[in-house]
């Protein structure tokens, strides 16, 4: 060998080869950043736990805080225009996958990326939302797990109606700036055609509108009341469960925390399990899958949870076999 000895090139290569693998090494190890936008107060408990279901999960997985990954966390309550700051925030920070929640919140992120992997903790019908092309195939950026599908609005009416049979009419209270809810009506309006309930929709945008749609079912006979997902109504649940209490109305909500508030019953998928979940998602996307190429996944189990105290205190006779359909009886 000209001009280098056997021995010294054989050196050389092998250096070269050992400092392959550090290379490759120190470009796994890198710090990836996990952006996470709550649309509640810091302050909501429940919000707090799901972000812990979903840390845990993420270290289960491998993903040490700290040494492997970085979480960048905002919580902004559903103030828009506080969402979208906090979405501009989160982006300068150059994250690996943003994981967040609401068919008002993912809309915003969707305007500002279409390269950051975001990754979906609860959202109704996101394909009629305009979210993502197809649950099998969502293409894009964005993929993640669907809280509810739409027509589970009328299973909560006939819930409510087996829970207080002398329900005759019902309101379906929503805030109409979440784009998702325009499509809760058509099922709420054939499950109470069906079930000869009055049905009657309130709009709210705050705790002052949900007062007065709640006192004017007070006022209706036989009235009972259905909370479909939104995120208005998950940070005031204290406030809106003292005033159902307050007002005697039979109330069937789509989150099981407003049973453990004092609610009387709920059908929801398990929110801590859709977060944990989308772990796994996230936990696959910084292995290098694509968002697109991961199915947008709906709840495969609702739970039905019913609060026999707040029953009794409504006077209510639950019959057995509707305490044998639920999934968990708060006594």
């Known amino acids: 060998m000209s001009g280098m000895g056997r021995r010294e090139f054989i050196t050389l290569l092998g250096g070269a080869a050992a400092a392959w693998p550090r290379a490759a090494r120190a470009q796994s190890e890198r710090l990836r950043r996990v952006g996470i936008l709550m649309p509640y107060p810091e302050s909501d408990t429940e919000g707090q736990m799901r972000v812990r279901a979903f840390k845990q999960e993420l270290q289960r997985l491998g993903w040490i805080e700290g040494s492997k990954i970085q979480f960048d966390e905002r919580w902004t309550t559903d103030n828009m225009d506080l969402v979208r700051a906090n979405a501009a925030s989160l982006l300068e920070l150059k994250p690996d996958v943003i994981v967040s929640t609401g068919n008002r919140v993912i809309p915003i ?9 975001i990754v979906i903790g609860g959202a109704v019908d996101p394909v009629g939302a305009g979210l993502v ?29 087996q829970i207080a049979p002398k329900v005759s009419s019902s309101a379906l209270i929503y805030n109409p700036a979440i784009p998702s809810t325009v499509r809760y009506e058509p099922s709420f ?13 309130a709009h ?22 259905i ?57 696959r996307i910084l292995r290098g899958e694509k968002p697109g190429d ?19 205190g409504l006077g209510l006779e639950i019959s057995p076999s509707v305490v044998a359909l639920a999934d968990k009886v708060i006594e």
């Not at 709210?204 to 009341?225: K, V």
């Not at 995120?231 to 649940?237: A, D, N």
């Open 294 to 312: 991961l199915p947008v996944q709906e709840p495969t189990k609702y739970e039905f949870v019913i609060n026999l105290k707040t029953a009794k």
């Open 227 to 283: 909370f479909p997902p939104d995120l208005t109504i998950i940070p005031l649940r204290e406030q809106i469960v003292a005033t159902v209490a307050a007002s005697r109305l039979p109330a069937i909500y789509s989150d099981s925390v407003l049973t453990t508030s004092g609610g009387l019953a709920a059908y929801s998928a398990d929110r801590m399990d859709l977060y944990r979940k989308a772990a796994s998602y996230v936990d």
């Open 109 to 117: 992120l969707k305007q500002m990326t279409r390269e950051v992997p």
């Open 189 to 201: 309006k054939a499950a109470a055609m069906s079930l000869g309930v009055d049905p009657i929709v």
């Open 204 to 225: 709210i945008h705050g705790m002052a509108d949900i007062e007065r749609a709640i006192q004017t079912m007070a006022r209706t006979q036989n009235g009972g009341i």
């Open 133 to 161: 092309t197809s649950l099998a195939h969502p293409g894009g950026n964005i993929t993640g797990f669907s809280v509810l599908e739409v027509s589970v609005i009328g299973k909560m009416l006939e819930l409510l109606k």
